[in-house]
């Protein structure tokens, strides 16, 4: 089981907060740090001191780890024209040494966009327009050097591109699909994707997905083992009922709720938790962690939960 910490920065942090999480990510062995790809506060927070913009952050982190694979979850269509995003994505490739991974969705935050004057389409263009980027970046990325690249979509198009800069890795870097939604969503990862996420979901809904998205790959004639196989859950961890309590506290969660939904309880609890993902297809897990300041989470699970799971 592959774990990989997962960050959402929009609730409030700043680069030097997650620098120190990707070192600690990197110093205790887990395979990745991730963030979310977001312009605003959800919830009550107040979002200070603003949020970070997620890919001059990886490009950062990409100078300042070595081992680490670096991403998003996700970064949403909207926020940026497909062009620059595949040379942004691209530079950060080759910044890192090849070590990145990129999470890609139509977006669905309908504040952030009105926040930041993001224009905001109905769902149907919003996916419209994500499966127009995937044509694009993907093309851009694979379009052997020297020739060019057009592309026609439905909203969104590139014509006589001399397709550079080209990524590190070859033929490009992973990427990733995630959701819930029935239809496109699958259509999509089935075309598009190296890996298959579903968020914080109970382990039918994992299952029920990873079907449609296996079946999917059937009907276009995709070999669906060829897909990594994800899921997110909220982690809080403790060695004592009183230690889940105090992180749950400091997130302003309830520790039966996390029970429930999330990676959290004791480190056996815990353990038993990511186990049942394992059984139902699971092979790597992001670890959602809300309290950046508590390195000595990381510390735990990666002490007493991961030597567990083999």
């Known amino acids: 089981m592959d774990l990989r910490i997962f960050t959402e920065p929009q609730q409030g942090a700043t680069y030097d907060d997650l620098l120190a999480v990707a070192r600690a990510t990197e110093d205790l062995g887990y395979d990745a740090f991730f963030r979310s790809d977001h312009y605003l506060a959800?919830?009550?927070?107040?979002?200070?001191?603003?949020?970070?913009?997620?890919?001059?952050?990886?490009?950062?982190?990409?100078?300042?780890?070595?081992r680490i694979r670096l991403g998003t979850l996700v970064t949403s269509a909207t926020f940026r024209h497909p062009g620059p995003l595949a040379i942004s994505v691209a530079q950060a490739d080759q910044m890192s040494d090849g070590r990145i991974d990129v999470g890609l969705g139509a977006g669905w935050f309908d504040a952030e966009h009105s926040a930041y004057g993001i224009?905001?389409?109905?769902?149907?263009?919003?996916?419209?327009?994500?499966?127009?980027?995937?044509?694009?970046?993907?093309g851009l990325w694979t379009t052997p050097a020297g020739?060019?690249?057009?592309?026609?979509?439905r909203h969104l198009s590139v014509a006589n591109s001399p397709?550079?800069?080209?990524?590190?890795?070859?033929?490009?870097?992973?990427?990733?699909?995630?959701?819930?939604?029935?239809?496109r969503t699958p259509a999509l990862a089935a075309r598009f994707a190296d890996e298959f996420n579903v968020p914080f979901a109970p382990r039918e809904t994992v299952v029920a997905m990873y079907d449609r998205v296996r079946t999917t790959c059937a009907s276009v004639g995709r070999d669906s083992d060829e897909l990594v196989y994800s899921a997110s859950l909220v982690l809080c961890c403790g060695e004592s009922d009183a230690d889940v309590a105090r992180r749950a506290d400091a997130i302003g969660r309830e520790p039966s709720e996390l029970r429930e939904n999330g990676a959290a309880g004791?480190?056996?609890?815990?353990?038993?938790?990511?186990?049942?993902?394992?059984?139902?297809?699971?092979?790597?897990?992001?670890?959602?962690?809300?309290?950046?300041?508590?390195?000595?989470?990381?510390?735990?699970?990666?002490?007493?939960?991961?030597?567990?799971l083999g």
Not at 42 to 66: H, K
């Open 42 to 66: 959800m919830g009550d927070g107040d979002g200070l001191p603003g949020p970070t913009d997620a890919w001059l952050t990886l490009a950062g982190l990409a100078l300042q780890t070595s």
């Open 119 to 138: 224009p905001f389409p109905s769902l149907g263009e919003r996916f419209d327009r994500l499966e127009d980027t995937l044509e694009i970046v993907t």
């Open 147 to 153: 020739e060019t690249f057009d592309y026609a979509g």
């Open 163 to 183: 397709a550079l800069p080209k990524p590190t890795q070859s033929p490009r870097p992973p990427i990733i699909i995630g959701g819930l939604g029935p239809r």
């Open 266 to 308: 004791t480190v056996d609890e815990v353990v038993a938790k990511i186990e049942s993902y394992r059984e139902v297809g699971v092979t790597r897990l992001y670890l959602q962690v809300l309290d950046l300041h508590d390195l000595d989470h990381l510390a735990l699970v990666a002490d007493k939960v991961a030597p567990q």
